[in-house]
């Protein structure tokens, strides 16, 4: 599995509420990626991280912000939780041998 | 901008018939390819990266660069083979490992 865990793996929250998901690491990886997954419209990527303090948008990062500040923390924060960001999340890493990526358990978000 | 297509959202078959999961991308470099799989409620694993041409549990993908396509096939599926399959597309270069994925294709393999 890579040594990528998420956390919370379910949360229910309410339209308007800041959420913040945590992606965790233990393989000292350089480039992470967070990306959401709903039916019809595949993975998405929302963010990524090619380093400490080193972000960037992915296509779907309106509504969305994130953080890294240690190698092996990727956070993703919804500044204000709206029904449309009800989703699965999955974190990524990418692999030390070429460009797969090796992904998390997911987080399921309800945003009521 | 890079694309990938999987035509379809669903496929059903029975056990023991062969399957081929279709994948087209458009790039205009040189890509690299993978397909993923998600069994229910699990994490994605990669499945089959086609630098490699390897096959896992029985299933090959061959890039055709004339056709852009990457479909992925299994001769006799099988029902553990009902997951999620998602097609994926990495274009190297400055892009920062991103991927683009496929809308996915469900498969449901019937007894």
């Known amino acids: 599995d890579a040594g990528i865990t998420q956390s919370p793996r379910h949360k229910v929250t309410e339209t308007g509420t800041p959420v913040t998901l945590r992606c965790h690491q233990t393989e000292n990886h350089r480039y992470m990626y967070w990306y959401r997954q709903d039916p019809g419209h595949g993975l998405r990527l929302i963010h990524y991280s090619y380093g400490v303090k080193d972000t960037d948008k992915g296509e779907v990062s309106d509504g969305y912000s994130v953080s890294r500040s240690k190698t092996e923390d990727f956070l993703l924060t919804l500044e204000s939780a709206t029904s449309s960001q009800t989703s699965v999340y999955f974190c990524?890493?990418?692999?030390?041998?070429?460009?797969?990526?090796?992904f998390g358990p997911g987080t399921r978000l309800t945003v009521l | 901008a890079q694309r990938v297509t999987q035509p379809e959202k669903l496929l059903s078959v029975f056990k023991g018939a062969p399957v081929e999961l279709k994948c087209n991308y458009s790039?205009?470099?040189?890509?690299?390819l993978f397909w993923y799989v998600q069994y229910s409620r699990q994490r994605l694993q990669l499945l089959l990266r086609?630098?490699s041409r390897e096959s896992i549990k029985g299933f090959t993908a061959d890039l055709n660069k004339g056709e852009t396509s990457f479909h992925l096939k299994k001769p006799f599926a099988q029902e553990e083979d009902s997951a999620m399959y998602y097609c994926?597309?990495?274009?190297?270069?400055?892009?920062?490992?991103?991927?683009?994925f496929g809308q996915g294709t469900i498969l449901t393999v019937h007894p």
């Open positions: 994926a597309l990495a274009t190297g270069g400055t892009s920062y490992g991103k991927l683009t």
């Open positions: 990524a890493i990418r692999g030390l041998a070429g460009e797969e990526q090796f």
């Open positions: 086609h630098i």
């Open positions: 790039y205009s470099g040189s890509p690299e």
